[in-house]
């Protein structure tokens, strides 16, 4: 435990570097742009900031990220509350509370609950991440590659929780992120493969170029298609930040905890992320709560639960990543990304490797929850002023940041025409409403997948069998068979009712 705190220490040194500061402090204000912005989600604002951490060092690139991800489980707290628009799915269940209180003239006070709930949530989530993550990863370090495989594979079970519609059209979604993760040379025994003879598709496709495409470009074309039809806001007269008295927040210790804790272990199932988080803490407080019969009537529960949860989910998803190499949510698939574009594999050797990296990430974590909170409370109107933006001109800077991001990659134009297919491919998947997600995991995960099956058969003379004989491989394997079959029985159970 000594070490922890000593390396910790020297996190937040390192977070005080020029670079590191100056990135820290960008990642939250753009995070909570991101936020804020309807449409723009906390995925999407990841994925266009990747392609400008290319040339920088691993750790101020993956300090940018992840306070980019912490800030943005809380920006679209502030429209959903003083708007009824929430910036992201995630706070969907805030607003069913959050703008009844502030139709009874109190959306200074709902402020102030978002802004403890995100402070208390990300804070304790941070504690348990950081006391956790070393032991999962000493533990980890027992791992030979048949466990690596049976994890990315539990991993690519994620997909259930992705696809939020049919599980068939997400398992389909899945399977052609695969087929995409397969093209070019094979890293194996080096034959080439659906590469057609063009040399582009020798070098295989990033899964950049994917993420890009589908979530920017397709996001893009998708509001084209509608005529930036988008109606405009109405102006609020009060936009301030009026924080509870401690009398009040000690009634509510209860729910803050709960919610924290819930979220925080839902973060840790790999694809489940903060959206499911803020959607299961408030249907446990409905069924558990003091005040469960009120809620939906603008009362402090109903919003301390989901925000507390989004924003607890984050360090719940940093430990599967960190330690195992597996996402624990769509933005977490994105910062797997970077790591593998600075040469770095996360799993239990980084702890060895770079831990100075790894705990700089830590600290930068505890330090942009504080920063998000003091930023919120201080430059609402700034923040909130961006919707005044025409959303032509918003699209027009998104299909800026994609084509630059592309570019960066390899600096070839092929991959600015692969970006725009899959912009398409974006764009058609929201329209017969297939889930991006699975793609883009399966293009991320395909290669980790194959690489460590390949290795296995090749050291284990073929034998198929040993993913099963040996004891952890075996029950994860297990776990992600329950996984898949459970989500699939109540589906067919659902249909069966509805005969």
């Given amino acids: 435990m000594g070490d922890i705190f000593y390396n910790l220490l020297l996190g937040f040194v390192a977070c005080f ?21 309807p449409g723009l989600t906390l995925v999407m604002g990841v994925v266009l900031a990747l392609p400008f951490t290319y040339p920088m060092d691993v750790t101020p690139a993956i300090v940018l990220l992840t306070a980019m991800y912490v800030t943005g489980t809380y920006g679209g707290a502030f429209t959903s509350i003083l708007f009824r628009i929430p910036g992201e799915p995630i706070h969907v269940p805030l607003l069913w509370d ?6 009874k003239g109190q959306p200074a006070k709902a402020l102030g609950w978002t802004l403890y709930a995100a402070l208390f949530g990300g804070l304790l ?7 956790l993550s070393q032991p999962v990863a000493k533990f980890a370090l027992t791992f030979s590659t048949p466990e690596y495989f049976a994890i990315v594979l539990f991993g690519l079970t994620s997909v259930v929780s992705l696809g939020s519609g049919s599980m ?33 598709l020798m070098d295989g496709i990033e899964f950049l170029t994917v993420m890009v495409g589908c979530y920017g470009v397709g996001e893009v074309i998708t509001r084209l298609g509608e005529g930036f039809s988008t109606a405009p806001v109405e102006k609020v007269s009060s936009m301030k930040t009026s924080l509870p008295r401690w009398r009040e927040l000690r009634g509510l210790k209860a729910t803050f905890l709960r919610s924290s804790l819930l979220g925080h272990i839902v973060g840790i199932v790999p694809g489940a992320g903060a959206t499911i988080a803020s959607f299961v803490t408030y249907g446990v407080e409905r069924q558990y709560g003091k005040r469960r019969k009120e809620l939906g009537s603008g009362i402090p529960e109903g919003i301390v639960a989901p925000q507390a949860a989004a924003t607890a989910s984050v360090g719940g998803a940093m430990i599967p990543l960190l330690t195992l190499g597996v996402p624990g949510s769509g933005a977490t698939a994105v910062m797997l990304g970077a790591f593998l574009l600075h040469g770095i594999q996360p799993g239990p050797q980084v702890f060895i490797t770079s831990a100075n990296m790894v705990y700089t990430v830590f600290a930068s974590l505890f330090l942009g929850i504080v920063l998000m909170c003091v930023v919120g409370y201080i430059a609402i109107k700034p923040l909130v002023k961006i919707l005044d933006f025409p959303e032509a001109v918003v699209s027009v800077y998104i299909m800026l940041l994609c084509f630059v991001g592309a570019l960066s990659i390899r600096n070839s134009i092929s991959d600015l025409w692969l970006m725009v297919a899959f912009g398409v491919v974006g764009y058609f998947f929201d329209r017969i409403k297939f889930p991006i997600a699975p793609l883009v995991l399966g293009t991320i995960l395909g290669p980790l997948a194959e690489t460590s099956f390949m290795t296995t058969m090749i050291s284990f003379q073929n034998d198929w069998t040993i993913f099963f004989r040996r004891p952890i491989s075996g029950t994860v394997i297990a776990l992600t068979i329950i996984a898949l079959i459970v989500p699939m029985f109540k589906s067919f159970q659902t249909v069966a009712r509805k005969r």
């Fill in 17 to 37: 570097q020029p670079m590191n500061l100056i990135l820290l402090v960008a990642g939250t204000i753009i995070g909570l742009l991101v936020g804020v912005l």
């Fill in 98 to 103: 959050g703008y009844a209180m502030a139709r």
């Fill in 125 to 131: 989530s941070s504690v348990i991440m950081v006391t």
């Fill in 168 to 200: 068939t059209n997400a398992f389909i979604s899945l399977f052609l992120g695969l087929l995409i993760s397969t093209v070019g040379v094979d890293s194996t025994y080096g034959t080439p493969r659906f590469a057609f003879g063009y040399p582009i």
